[in-house]
C-alpha cells in the first residue's frame, strides 16, 4: 500500500516558473526521498533528507521536512522544459526491520511547458 | 556496467505462462530490492535482499512469486502461471548500504509485463 499522498496530482507551468510539489506520510520515517521518472531514464534519485534535518538543497531543488506534520515539500526553482517528468516521494521507515525499503507516494506528475 | 540493468525490457505473456526477470546491480553493492509499479501508480515493494539472503518478502504478492540471488550479485524474479493482474513495471534498485542503512537507491529502466 501508499504511503501516503502527494499532492497536487498534476501540475503545468510555464518554463522559467517555480514548481512546489508537497508529500504526507503516516509513520515515523528514518529519511525521505525525491525521485524523478521520465520515461527515457526511469527512476532517478534526486535528494534524501534525514528525519532530524528540515531543509536540504541541491542546484535548483529544495526540499523541507516538518516531521511533527508528516510532511515534505519539493521545490523547483526556474523549471526547465527538461523537468518534465513524475516525482515521487519515497519514505525509508524507522525501525531495524525495515531494511531500508522506500514506501512511495502516487506521485506528481509536472509539465513545464517552453 | 555504470548502473543498475534489466532484461527482458519488455515482456508479453499468456496468462498461465511463467516469466523470469533479470537484474544486474551496480557491482558491490549489498542490498537488493524489487519492487512493482502499476499504471498510474508509485512502486510498491516486493523483495529485498542482502547479498544472497533474502532477509524480506513480505510484499510478495502470492506464493506465485519467487526471487533469488544465488551468489550475491544477479537477482531473478520469476512469476509463475501469469495473471492479468501481474501486468505492470518491475523495477530493481541497488544500494551500497546493508541491511537496516538508509541509503539512496540505483533504479534500473524497468521490465515492463503485459500478461494477455
Known amino acids: 500500500s501508499q504511503q501516503g499522498e502527494e499532492d497536487p496530482q498534476a501540475l503545468s507551468i510555464q518554463e522559467g516558473e517555480n514548481a512546489t510539489m508537497n508529500c504526507s506520510y503516516k509513520t515515523s520515517i528514518n529519511n525521505l526521498q525525491w525521485y524523478r521518472q521520465n520515461s527515457g531514464r526511469g527512476l532517478v534519485h534526486l535528494i534524501l533528507i534525514r528525519s532530524n534535518e528540515r531543509e536540504k538543497h541541491s542546484g535548483r531543488l529544495r526540499v523541507t521536512l516538518d516531521t511533527s506534520k508528516k510532511s515534505s515539500s519539493l521545490l523547483i526553482t526556474a523549471s526547465r522544459a527538461a523537468d518534465t517528468a513524475s516525482y515521487f516521494c519515497a519514505t525509508a521507515n524507522a525501525g531495524g526491520t525495515s531494511y531500508g525499503k522506500l514506501t512511495f507516494g502516487q506521485g506528481t506528475i509536472l509539465t513545464v511547458h517552453p | 556496467g555504470a548502473g543498475v540493468s534489466q532484461s527482458p525490457r519488455y515482456k508479453v505473456a499468456k496468462r498461465g505462462q511463467d516469466v523470469a526477470l533479470r537484474c544486474d546491480p551496480i557491482?558491490?553493492?549489498?542490498?537488493l530490492f524489487w519492487y512493482q509499479q502499476a499504471l498510474g501508480q508509485g512502486p510498491e515493494f516486493l523483495t529485498y535482499?542482502?547479498?544472497?539472503?533474502?532477509?524480506?518478502k513480505s510484499g510478495l504478492p502470492s506464493d506465485r512469486f519467487f526471487a533469488e540471488r544465488p551468489e550475491g550479485s544477479v537477482s531473478t524474479l520469476k512469476i509463475q502461471r501469469t495473471q492479468q493482474e501481474d501486468s505492470a513495471v518491475y523495477l530493481c534498485a541497488s544500494s551500497s548500504g546493508g541491511a537496516g542503512a538508509s541509503y539512496e537507491q540505483y533504479f534500473g529502466p524497468g521490465t515492463r509485463l503485459t500478461v494477455t
Open positions: 557491482s558491490g553493492h549489498v542490498s
Open positions: 535482499f542482502q547479498n544472497e539472503a533474502q532477509l524480506d
